[in-house]
């Protein structure tokens, strides 16, 4: 979807008016941007009362700001070392941009080159964890951030702390995702953690809310899509039934994302609660951090080292008798080239080149195929590449995703494919 043309700095001021109008997760808004030129256009077209199917308070909104509050904004953000990303600009993060709500204008503060790294993990819990949960989101996060991954998270106290901590301890990197204006002192307590953030270069502060924005209740819920959205994966760490990490984590499948649930430490406790439907329904179970490696592994192998991303012991390695692994026991690897876009779609997977591969290729190539030149197609991608999102073979084949999902119907239904949690499929050995 082309979402208004270019990138012109002087369009700022009509991207910050028309964030004050509509607001944050403004859907009526994304509506009207595909179609046109500029967001100078929507501006001119709502404050001429031109724009049809404005609500009452968008109207009364748009009398309300006016362009010279926005430039008021734009000269706030400059001088206190805070970006603007609209939608179209270069610097929005493209696997974003490809969520079904998008935010139409992002604030940042801090090291934005952390948006481009296709190894992020959005990490979510509870503000009062158990001892268990804080030592398994250490030990989980720690090892990942050294192999650099980008840890995502939502600032708050407690599991959101912890995974900021663990990462920017590990000698990697951090996103947190406000729900608040990014100058707007909340979580209280949580200033040094933000300080480190940026002083360290390793961190970064993300928010879909303009400056001065307050951290009302209702902020966070839509907040929480954004959180999901910039990691093809979302490991839930410690949920009670109506924890809004739960929210996250059906953003999560929405999106079509992995989602990761930590097996709860006791059934009768209410605080794991939450993750045992999401484990029932489907949600993967969360053992080891090389669990995340392999499931990046399939999507970006070029950014993952064959050697870490070995299958690891599907058993808990944090029962009471057993200490999480040391930061030291993982070797850093060289950190792999800047890569020239987020958009994960745009990256395509190699297939790993092992033994097994070699040994079981002649196998795949006698395997029956489809009678159709797309299902076999399907299918043959498949067999190459493993489980892969819906999107991401539409994307790699060039086949409309209405068209592609049909096809996977039928080719399910004859027995060459099989549909995983989250849009995710895999070709099946034989029919």
Known sequence: MEICHGEQPEMMRYWVWLAQVFGAGSTKLLSFLPDAESPQEICEAVRGSRQAELSVQQRTESRRFTLDDADRIIHYCRSSGIELLPINSSRYPGVLRSIPSPPVLLTACGNLDLLDNPLSLAVVGTRHPSPYTERVTSAMVGPLAQQGFTIVSGFAIGVDSIAHRAALDSGGSTIAVL?????????????????????SGA?????EYLPGTQAY???????????????????????????????????????GRYLYCVPPADLFDDRYSGVIPLLRDGAIPLMNYKDILLAFYSKVPQYISLENAVQPSRSLIFAEDRKP??????KKPKPAAKPETADFAEIPPE???????????????????????????????LRAHGDVYADDIAAALDMDLSLLLSELTMLELDGFVESLFGKVYRALPTV
């Open 325 to 330: 692994p040391a930061a030291a026991d993982t």
């Open 179 to 199: 729900g608040c204006g990014i100058n707007v002192d909340y979580p209280r307590g949580n200033d040094a953690l933000r300080s480190r953030m940026i002083s």
């Open 351 to 381: 297939p790993p080149q092992t033994a097994v591969s070699a040994q079981t290729a002649p196998a795949e190539k006698e395997a029956p195929l489809p009678d159709s030149e797309s299902g076999q197609a399907i299918v043959s991608y």
């Open 203 to 207: 961190g970064l502060l993300l928010s």
């Open 217 to 255: 209740p209702a902020n966070f819920p839509r907040r929480n899509r954004i959180l999901s959205g910039l990691s093809y994966a979302t490991a839930v760490m410690e949920a009670a039934m109506r924890s809004g990490s739960l929210l996250t984590a059906q953003c999560a499948v929405e999106q």
